[in-house]
């Protein structure tokens, strides 16, 4: 099961504008975060990094994203940047051999969601310290303290004809840490996907814990049917 810490009963004191929340202690994405000096903004596929100095804004910098990248939002906590949006990935050839059964997810155009964390000590030059993307379509998050909450959906195979045996990672949303690894590997194993009975749909509740400030951390996760 995940592990969530205790929010903070006393909010930090700070002399700048933040985040309204609804629950204190627990933080929610936005499009425009700051730490009271730097202000960071998102349009389109770019964050903007400006500072303001005796009511006067300058820009320090700005981040660019892929054209396959849609940013939805992001935190900024703890001298960490943790940007979270959708990711369009082409469909893979289907090989010979799986033409006119079912066809995994992975198979077609889908999208991913994706997470990159960026370490801004220095604003001026982000530097991305993990990035992490999963099967399925990004719904929300949170942050507590310095962990991450991940929500997402993800769609199970389509089966074009029988019950064909397919391999685990076929059968199960995936992830990948991508400066670690290439290839998308099962998120968990089938015998640890819960179900909340009746099942009404076919599809993942996908919830992912990710620490922010130690990127070679294992994440926690549990995914969810129906």
Known sequence: PLSVPLASKTAESADYSRTNVQVEGVDEADIV???????????????????ADNGNLSKVTSIEFDKNDQVREFFLSENRLVVYGQRYVPPVPLPQEQQGKAIPYHYQSSSRT?????????????????????????????????????????????????????EESALVPRYRDVKASTDMKPLVGCTEVASLPPIISSQYLVVVAIPITAPAAAIDKQVILG
């Open 33 to 51: 975060k700051t730490d009271g000096r730097y202000i960071y903004t998102l349009s389109g596929r770019t964050i903007r990094v400006a500072v």
């Open 114 to 166: 994706f997470v990159r964390i960026y370490n801004v000590v220095d604003p001026k030059m982000p530097i991305i310290a993990r990035e992490l993307e999963f099967d399925g379509m990004y719904t929300t998050s949170r942050l507590i303290g310095s962990m991450s909450y991940l929500v997402a959906n993800s769609q199970s195979i389509y089966a074009l004809s029988g019950a064909d045996l397919l």
